[in-house]
């Protein structure tokens, strides 16, 4: 019952990704005044579908200086973790439920520097090593800043269970209670999926296609898709932790519908950042601010306590 359910997630994860870049592509096209795709079929939905098919039958080529199998293997582990931190997903029939849902999401976007940078480090490129380079150094820099936002939230409600902030939102959204840190956690995440305006791995106008330079049909097609399913992952997230999460209810997809088009609007809208700039963000902005808030969040806790006994 676990793997059908597995893969029935996985599943549905992949045809909402599908359906995410056709969405991409559309408020990109209207953001720029002209259409997105409109030639295939009705209104163009099976474009997905036509570009997945073309890109997977497309002939394999590798680069002949590369390190062959790391460069073979790191889209495939790339794919894999953004669909395997899908599990955390907060089911209210228990069929995972994580306890340290949390960490277990920590641990996995963790793991995902490491496929960019062999996957910019095997293709023996240039670009692709500067953008493999930029990617970690990003990625590390804004999971500290997001693992203490999330360590604020651990400790309002005393648990790591994503089924935990479900219980806790019943009555007032955490949106409410702590505004900063939303905006903190939105842009964290922003820069934590490489998208724009944090996209220096796949700067093309100094690095041409950044990380990814080299790969081409089936590997990319992988690393395309590994990206999108992190950002809906984000958006489920994000409706999670700050928009209050009662799964049953059809609002909760559409405020996670909302997020997502959040991250395609700031796509459309927002020229690139300048590298330093991001840094300086990190660490002089968003560690003050995440900082501060935790150590609100206990006092506030502690403070509970003592009335409570």
Do not use: H
């Amino acid at each position: 019952m676990n793997l059908i359910s597995g893969l029935l997630l996985i599943i549905c994860v992949l045809v909402g990704v599908a359906f995410l870049t056709l969405l991409e592509r559309k408020v990109l096209g209207y953001i720029q005044i002209r259409k997105g795709p409109n030639k295939v079929g009705f209104c163009g939905i099976p474009q997905p579908f036509c570009d997945a098919i073309k890109l997977f039958t497309k002939e394999q080529t590798y680069p002949i200086m590369s390190n062959y199998l790391s460069y073979y293997i790191s889209p495939i582990i790339s794919l894999f973790l953004a669909l395997l931190i899908w599990m955390v997903y907060p089911y209210i029939t228990n069929l995972f439920n994580f306890n340290l849902g949390l960490l277990f999401f920590l641990c996995c976007t963790s793991m995902g520097v490491y496929t960019v940078m062999i996957a910019g480090w095997a293709s023996n490129s240039n670009y692709a090593l500067l953008g493999g380079l930029r990617a970690v150094a990003q990625t590390i820099s804004y999971e500290v800043s997001m693992a203490l936002l999330l360590l604020s939230f651990v400790i309002l409600i005393g648990g790591y269970n994503l089924m935990d902030f479900e219980l806790y939102q019943q009555n007032i959204w955490f949106m409410m209670l702590s505004f900063p840190l939303m905006l903190c956690w939105l842009s964290s995440s922003l820069a934590e999926t490489n998208r724009t305006p944090f996209d220096f791995a796949e700067g093309e106008s100094e690095l041409v296609s950044g990380f990814n330079v080299e790969y081409s049909s089936g590997g990319f097609a992988l690393i395309f898709l590994a990206e999108y399913a992190s950002i809906l992952f984000m958006s489920m997230l994000f409706s999670v932790i700050f928009l209050g999460s009662n799964l049953f209810s059809l609002f909760f997809f559409l405020k996670l519908l909302f997020i997502a088009f959040t991250f395609i609007w700031v796509r459309g809208t927002l020229p690139r950042y300048r590298y330093d700039k991001l840094m300086y963000l990190a660490w002089k902005s968003y560690l003050p601010v995440s900082l501060n808030y935790l150590m609100f969040f206990i006092g506030l806790k502690i403070l509970i306590m003592n009335m409570l006994l």
